[in-house]
């Protein structure tokens, strides 16, 4: 074969190299840019009712109770704008905890599981960590703190389940979900119940679904739920302090 020939054929697969790598980036672009947005009234509400100190750190939003000694790191569902989960973190705040929520690069947590490491090393005033997500992130969140067992006192999984191994750690963990869940694969999460300590707390929440952890609308393939959002991220928020708090005094 002569250098001609070598040379078109070359210039045939660069371009085709390009084209096929120009379908995958307008694919996956084309993927990402169809999520689930935030209800802003309902988190305006939830901002001026809870009377909570929020600030933008670091790409985070932050909510301080003041005078915290236990933070709570939660990275938001899959292909959900991460301000959705403001008025969950805020109910939470307002029990106590420091609550940080990540943005997540396209709105998928799996492309920064480490984000968590940023807020820990500078909040040295914090005696306590705990870190959680909803659906993906909860995963997420579970493979960041099967890494980092000496940082993270516990973790909490919002219709979510953990696919790294964690049953013979330390890690205190509390799962919760909606009976009326429509979206969880529940084949999967009892699977990989088996990742967790044996003495891990799973609670149902009667008549709440996937997306009523969140304010970003229902979520296709949900099931009706028989309690408002409200309802759920109050009732979360009160599993979740009572996880975290009562633990703590217990030191």
Same mark, same amino acid.
């Given at each position: 074969?002569?250098? !001609?020939?070598?040379?078109?054929?070359?210039?045939?697969i660069t371009?085709?190299?390009?084209?096929?790598l120009?379908?995958?980036i307008?694919?996956?672009?084309?993927?990402t840019?169809?999520?689930?947005?935030a209800?802003?009234?309902?988190?305006?509400?939830?901002?001026?009712?809870?009377d909570i100190? !929020?600030?933008?750190?670091?790409?985070?939003?932050v =909510?301080d109770?003041?005078? &915290? +000694?236990?933070?709570?790191?939660?990275?938001?569902g899959?292909k959900?704008?991460y301000?959705?989960y403001?008025?969950?973190? !805020?109910?939470?705040?307002?029990?106590?905890?420091?609550?940080?929520?990540?943005?997540?690069?396209?709105?998928?947590a799996?492309f920064?599981i480490?984000?968590?490491?940023?807020y !820990?090393s500078?909040?040295?005033?914090?005696?306590?960590w705990?870190?959680?997500g909803?659906?993906?992130?909860g995963?997420? &969140?579970?493979?960041?703190?099967?890494?980092n067992?000496?940082?993270?006192?516990?973790?909490?999984l919002? &219709?979510?389940?953990s696919t790294?191994?964690?049953?013979?750690?330390?890690?205190r963990v509390?799962?919760?979900?909606?009976?009326?869940?429509?979206?969880?694969?529940?084949?999967?999460y009892?699977?990989?119940?088996?990742?967790?300590?044996?003495? =891990?707390?799973?609670i149902v929440?009667?008549g709440?679904?996937?997306a009523g952890?969140?304010?970003y609308?229902?979520?296709?393939? +949900?099931?009706?739920?028989?309690?408002?959002?409200?309802?759920?991220?109050?009732?979360t928020a009160?599993?979740?302090?009572e996880?975290c708090?009562?633990?703590?005094? +217990?030191?």
């Amino acid at each position: 074969m002569n250098t !001609i020939k070598k040379m078109k054929i070359g210039k045939k697969i660069t371009i085709s190299f390009a084209l096929f790598l120009l379908i995958i980036i307008c694919a996956f672009l084309l993927y990402t840019s169809d999520y689930y947005h935030a209800d802003d009234i309902a988190i305006q509400k939830a901002r001026i009712d809870g009377d909570i100190d !929020i600030s933008n750190i670091n790409g985070a939003l932050v =909510f301080d109770p003041g005078n &915290a +000694d236990t933070a709570l790191i939660f990275y938001p569902g899959g292909k959900v704008e991460y301000t959705a989960y403001e008025p969950l973190m !805020i109910e939470i705040a307002q029990k106590g905890i420091l609550c940080i929520l990540p943005k997540m690069p396209f709105n998928l947590a799996v492309f920064d599981i480490n984000a968590a490491n940023t807020y !820990i090393s500078q909040n040295t005033k914090i005696l306590h960590w705990y870190i959680g997500g909803h659906s993906l992130g909860g995963s997420m &969140a579970a493979s960041y703190a099967s890494k980092n067992s000496g940082e993270i006192e516990g973790l909490v999984l919002l &219709a979510s389940y953990s696919t790294a191994d964690i049953s013979s750690s330390n890690i205190r963990v509390l799962s919760i979900y909606g009976s009326k869940d429509g979206v969880m694969n529940k084949e999967s999460y009892q699977k990989n119940k088996s990742n967790l300590p044996v003495n =891990f707390t799973e609670i149902v929440l009667q008549g709440g679904n996937h997306a009523g952890f969140g304010c970003y609308g229902p979520q296709k393939g +949900d099931g009706n739920a028989d309690i408002t959002s409200k309802q759920q991220q109050m009732d979360t928020a009160q599993a979740i302090a009572e996880f975290c708090l009562t633990a703590n005094s +217990d030191r």
